[in-house]
């Protein structure tokens, strides 16, 4: 199974065909695959045993590398087991992504011996002596995608004068709007519903593997970043909505529920069910902040196995 690994295609714009280059692999595999992690923790494992005799701490995925410690002589002998390590395996350290040794702080401080940070990024997180927050890079990929449904779902027919007016008129409640709600639940919950995430919030959290974008992300307390963040979500779906009903509006189309509502409003907004019932349907703008605080929970419950293996924290980068 290595060997037919090894002897994979090399990738060619972007994708893997009966066309690919038969060119011979000399180095390295595809990655993403199944064996890639194994072999880089098979490769890395003797540094791994080494770090962990020099007592510093350390969190390794793959061939990334964070090293930290109190003992300036403990980190210097850690850099040397690093390119000692570098030059057995054959994986070249980066110098221009490596920043080096540097001196972690609260605030800016005064020239030093070494350089210093108040922040340092991994794996799609920024890191501090206080927080744990999203990469600014990570952070704009969301926001980008989150931009994308908004579009593609509330602007993009209205704009081309090809807005099925059906999609305003079967129900009270504008369904492209429903199905962005339930498109951006899904990108940021997973399999989780909003009554999961009350549930959760208010009781017991069973063992379970969580999916959606913010399981890249079990370890975030920067509440204020979250909380930004889901005022960006709820402002941005405020604006295509006020877009959209003048755009609908223009093609003499009607703008049903929830149109006309103040953007507080739209946070919280529930439709009543078409069905006899009488119950509503919950079509309140999904919050990373609830999310994350289920996460945070599920993690501090039963560990970090609950992160869904599915989507590793490596392939989130920006």
């Known amino acids: 199974m290595i060997e037919r690994f090894l002897q994979a295609p090399i990738l060619e714009s972007g994708t893997y065909s009966a066309t690919a280059s038969s060119e011979p692999r000399t180095a390295g595999i595809p990655q993403g695959t199944s064996l890639s992690l194994f072999l880089a923790n098979l490769a890395a494992s003797e540094l791994d045993r080494r770090l962990e005799l020099l007592g510093v701490g350390f969190v390794r995925f793959a061939d990334d590398t964070l090293i930290w410690s109190s003992s300036y002589e403990q980190i210097c ?25 540097r001196l972690l702080t609260s605030a800016p401080s005064r020239p030093a011996e070494f350089t210093t940070t108040e922040h340092v990024n991994f794996l799609g997180h920024r890191l501090d002596l206080q927080t744990i927050r999203m990469k ?18 509330l602007l993009l027919e209205p704009s081309k004068g090809s807005q099925c007016s059906d999609r305003l008129t079967e129900t009270n409640v504008d369904k492209d709007y429903v199905t962005l709600i339930f498109q951006l639940r899904r990108y940021l919950y997973g399999s989780l519903t909003e009554s999961d995430l009350r549930r959760f919030r208010n009781g017991s959290i069973p063992k379970m593997k969580f999916d959606g974008v913010m399981s890249y992300f079990p370890l975030l307390n920067d509440s204020k970043e979250l ?8 402002t941005t779906i405020w604006l295509a909505m ?28 529930k439709a009543q069910s078409p069905k006899a019932t009488g119950g509503s349907t919950d079509l309140r703008i999904p919050s990373v902040r609830r999310i ?27």
Request: zero cysteines.
């Open 77 to 101: 002998q850690a850099v040397t087991a690093l390119y000692e390590a570098s030059e057995l395996i054959g994986s070249v350290i980066h110098e221009d992504k490596s920043k080096g040794i």
């Open 227 to 234: 909380t930004q963040l889901d005022g960006w979500i709820a």
């Open 242 to 269: 006020q877009k959209r009903a003048r755009l609908l509006k223009a093609a003499h189309l009607g703008v049903p529920d929830p149109h006309g509502l103040s953007k507080e409003e739209l946070i919280t907004f």
């Open 292 to 318: 994350s605080d289920v996460i945070s929970l599920a993690v501090t419950t039963h560990g970090l196995q609950v992160v869904s293996s599915n989507g590793p924290l490596y392939s989130y980068e920006g």
């Open 136 to 153: 600014d890079s990570s952070l704009d990929k969301i926001k980008k995608r989150i931009a994308e449904l908004d579009y593609t779902n």
